[in-house]
């Protein structure tokens, strides 16, 4: 399985600003995730990040509010931007399907306050 | 619609005492269910997949079980440190995973 690491893994920001966080994979993988946990809720989909092309956004997440950038085969940002309260979550990064397995795997979060 | 739904919502055991946590799920074209387990402040840990209705996998104290309409999770003889929330989440064959809200376990000793 992948070795997955994000930055930060938390911060708190004011209202009005904007937080970029790293994802960084211990190998080369086609298909990166972005999701969003609220609290008390399950995992939402934000965007996939294919390198080479732009991401795909699920309903209700447009890329001026979470600019995701995927320049290589290892690493990839999103951007929360113009943050409210209501932008509080942990967002996690996530790849795969790989090569012979539908699995993904989940790196460890950024737990994100905003006041 | 597509959807996942989890119960119960929250389980308290006492240590030694198994149970089984639920998955039931209506997704057009079911390409996998996959279970994971979130501890508080991290991100989910792969635990499962399941491809099959009738499929069985096992690890250790967990064993998941998968049917045409739902999927169990059981856990027998808990420990302490197998409290955590446990995630189902099944992949469509043309879509992306859809997550359960989760089953938060708590085994007392």
């Known amino acids: 399985s992948a070795v997955i690491s994000q930055k930060p893994s938390r911060d708190i920001c004011q209202r009005g600003t904007s937080l970029t966080i790293q994802c960084q994979v211990d190998s080369q993988v086609t298909m990166m995730f972005w999701y969003r946990q609220q609290p008390g809720q399950s995992l939402t989909l934000i965007a996939t990040a294919n390198q080479g092309s732009e991401a795909t956004y699920e309903s209700g997440f447009v890329i001026d509010k979470f600019p995701i950038s995927r320049p290589n085969l290892t690493f990839s940002t999103l951007t929360v931007s113009n943050m409210s309260p209501e932008d509080s979550s942990i967002y996690l990064c996530?790849?795969?399907?790989?090569?012979?397995?539908?699995?993904?795997?989940f790196g460890p979060g950024t737990r994100l306050t905003v006041l | 619609e597509d959807q996942v739904t989890q119960s119960p919502e929250a389980l308290r055991l006492q240590e030694g005492e198994s149970s089984s946590l639920n998955c039931s799920y209506t997704v057009s074209g079911l390409r996998g269910l996959f279970w994971y387990r979130q501890d508080p402040g991290k991100g989910p840990e792969f635990l499962f997949t399941l491809y099959s209705a009738g499929e069985e996998k096992e690890k250790e104290r967990l064993k998941a079980t998968l049917t045409k309409k739902e999927s169990f999770l059981h856990i027998t003889a808990p420990k302490p440190e197998d409290s955590a929330t446990y995630l189902c989440?099944?992949?469509?064959?043309?879509?992306?995973?859809?997550f359960g809200k989760g089953t938060k376990l708590s085994v007392k000793p």
């Open positions: 989440a099944v992949h469509q064959s043309q879509g992306n995973l859809i």
């Open positions: 996530s790849v795969g399907p790989g090569v012979g397995t539908d699995t993904q795997y």
